[in-house]
């Protein structure tokens, strides 16, 4: 066998057939899914889904056929999040005429939910049997029971690994991360991998006393592209200087210049509590320790700095992996595999590879397809006619 | 003897009127306390309130209390003992209510902006004390603590043992809206003692509320926890100094 067919398992002759074959029912499958129900009748629609569809079945594809997962599912990451941020932008001025949330849309329940506030509204409605979110359980846009149906889903399948698979946030310090080859920082204290809990279990406690989600309205930098609210009074200057000054650096500046995504391993509270998932999820991440040279490259290389030399000598990522697999491709002994818990650690690794990679490119694409699709056809919508809307 | 007639201008004799009215119903409620002294007072109401409203309290107290108490690292026993301590500070500062409130405690709340001020100034008094604990460690090492002789040492392990009865007594003294109704019922009992008691019984309502959180020393088993708590401090720090910095500037605002 030659280094590919090592590297695969697969002699020279399957090698194209095998990702095939197992790139077919995903396709299928992501046709369902993008669709729905029936074929898209508006002709700018239909290019947009079929264009997504090819995109996402060919990055399904090149991870089946070359065994690399990080690289074509970042691709596919930051992808989502600047469609995300194009797709929901253009939607606010659709709607409402700018990205201003006005008191009048959070009165009368219109603001859209996001799975950030999710920590922070469960204390106040198991003590108030109420959701402490200017939002709609049920209906308009983005509502709360949809958000928290699809957060259980992406948790029973990914855990944690939302966090590098379907978050539409997480790949913008991602994306940020990947500009400079060779970072001008290399050492990060650790200490601030704790940053994320503090964050959490603080403005938990502040969201129960006040009764109001404290992360949305004081610390989330995303508000800075997607929504925030109108500045009517001193303490919402306050509130858009932090939203914007944490964008800048957390998702954008320190990314760049440490190659890590600061905004999601050293600050984000969702991330500190989507951790707890990766301990009832089936899949982890782990280190075969007869293979391992202790090169040190994962801990090198984590944008999530989920290894560190401890958690390399007990053979496992820690709990905050997201599960992204850069360091399974970048791993010089194939070392490190993705886990199915419960079965044999690093003995079957492209077995365990293909029963991760199913459900979560399923859930990602099927979450994140219509996003990108969406931004396709604003796309083409200005191209034809001149106008986004 | 000449008998000098002395007249008084309207506004003067307003304010005479008043003070008569006031002295007289002040005296109608002690006659009225009087007459039941024969029995022990006990502000029963003040429980009830405490124990309907102690979720509220909980929660006004929790962003200090849970960082303390995850900071510190202790077990469980030794996080009841620091509970203890918080709820000794916690009483005094109600208990000082209690006095205010007999003495004029509607008349407190009158005075808007000095009190926004005031309770601003506690606010920021808080931060710092949170923001020091989360940077600094003022526990002395074990092989110092047992033999700590020197005057310094002592006054660290004394200021240890005292630091959560100072949150406790910082944390007392906000006015929360549990907080703000007890003070309003209590300022209406006649004698220092019935306003006190009052307090005591709203302190005791709210207590039970309380009881789990040295089960955080549960955390322990876990090797970061203190610094989690101590992050959570600095964190807390700064929320609070906003709310006070924001207080201070809205009670000059109104002056």
């Not at chain 1, 308009?140 to 029971?145: I, L």
């Not at chain 1, 200057?237 to 600061?262: A, C, D, H, N, Y």
């Not at chain 1, 690794?349 to 199913?358: E, M, P, Q, S």
């Amino acid at each position: 066998m030659n280094s590919d067919e090592m590297k695969t398992g697969s002699p020279q002759k399957w090698r194209f057939l095998k990702p095939l074959l197992l790139t077919i029912p995903m396709a299928l499958l992501l046709a369902m899914t993008l669709t729905g129900k029936e074929k898209p009748k508006d002709p700018i629609t239909l290019m947009a889904v079929i264009i997504t569809w090819v995109f996402l079945v060919t990055l399904f594809y090149l991870m089946m056929s070359t065994q690399k997962t990080n690289r074509y599912r970042a691709i596919f990451f930051s992808t989502l999040a600047v469609c995300f941020v194009f797709g929901f932008i253009t939607n606010l001025i659709e709607i409402r005429g700018s990205m201003l949330l006005k008191d009048a849309d959070m009165m009368a329940g219109e603001t859209p939910f996001c799975h950030l506030v999710l920590p922070f509204i469960l204390i106040p409605a198991i003590l108030t049997k109420t959701i402490i979110f200017p939002g709609s359980l049920l209906g308009s846009f983005a509502p709360v029971a949809t958000m928290v149906v699809i957060w259980l889903g992406a948790s029973l399948a990914l855990g944690r690994g939302w966090c590098s698979w379907a978050c539409f946030f997480g790949g913008m310090d991602a994306g940020f991360a990947q500009i400079l080859r060779k970072p001008p920082i290399k050492k990060i204290d650790r200490r601030f991998t704790l940053l994320p809990w503090a964050v959490l279990i603080g403005m938990a406690l502040i969201s129960a006393a006040t009764l109001s989600p404290s992360y949305c309205e004081w610390l989330c930098p995303f508000k800075a592209v997607t929504e925030f609210p109108e500045v009517t009074s001193s303490t919402r200057v306050i509130q858009t200087v932090i939203f914007f000054t944490l964008f800048f650096f957390l998702v954008v500046l320190f990314p760049i210049l440490t190659g890590k995504r600061t905004q999601c391993s050293l600050f984000c509270p969702f991330a500190a509590f989507q951790s707890l998932t990766n301990a009832v999820n089936v899949f982890d991440v782990r280190i075969d320790p007869e293979k391992c040279v202790h090169c040190k490259k994962c801990i090198q290389l984590c944008p999530t700095l989920s290894i560190d030399e401890e958690s390399l000598a007990r053979g496992r990522a820690l709990l905050s992996c997201t599960k992204c697999g850069k360091c399974v491709d970048n791993c010089p002994k194939q070392a490190i595999s993705f886990h199915v818990k419960g079965t044999e650690a690093c003995k079957r690794a492209i077995l365990d590879r293909n029963l991760f990679l199913y459900p979560a490119w399923l859930f990602a694409a099927t979450f994140g397809g219509g996003t990108i699709a969406g931004a396709i056809a604003r796309l083409f919508k200005l191209i034809t006619t001149g106008s986004l809307f | 003897m000449a008998i000098i007639k002395t007249t008084l201008s309207p506004r003067d004799e307003g304010r005479r009127l008043l003070c008569a009215e006031i002295i007289k119903n002040k005296e109608i409620k002690e006659e009225e306390y009087t007459s039941m002294s024969s029995a022990p007072y006990i502000p029963i109401q003040g429980f009830f309130l405490g124990l309907s409203s102690g979720t509220v309290c909980f929660f006004s107290c929790a962003p200090v209390l849970t960082p303390y108490l995850l900071g510190e690292g202790k077990k469980t026993g030794g996080n009841f003992i620091s509970l203890i301590r918080f709820m000794m500070g916690r009483l005094l500062g109600y208990l000082l209510f209690g006095i205010i409130a007999w003495e004029g405690g509607q008349t407190l709340l009158k005075f808007l902006p000095q009190r926004e001020i005031f309770f601003g100034a506690v606010f920021i008094i808080l931060s710092l004390f949170l923001a020091a604990y989360g940077f600094f460690d003022f526990r002395t090492p074990c092989a110092a603590d047992a033999a700590a002789k020197s005057s310094a040492l002592k006054f660290i392990r004394a200021g240890s043992a005292l630091f959560p009865a100072l949150l406790g007594f910082l944390t007392g003294i906000n006015l929360c809206p549990p907080f703000l109704m007890a003070l309003a019922d209590s300022s209406n009992t006649a004698t220092l003692l019935g306003s006190t008691a009052f307090f005591f019984m709203f302190f005791l309502g709210t207590l039970p509320f309380f009881l789990p959180m040295p089960f955080l020393g549960l955390l322990t088993r876990f090797p970061r926890v203190r610094m989690v708590g101590k992050m959570t401090a600095v964190l807390m720090g700064a929320y609070y100094f906003y709310l006070g910095m924001m207080k201070c500037i809205g009670g000059m605002k109104i002056q």
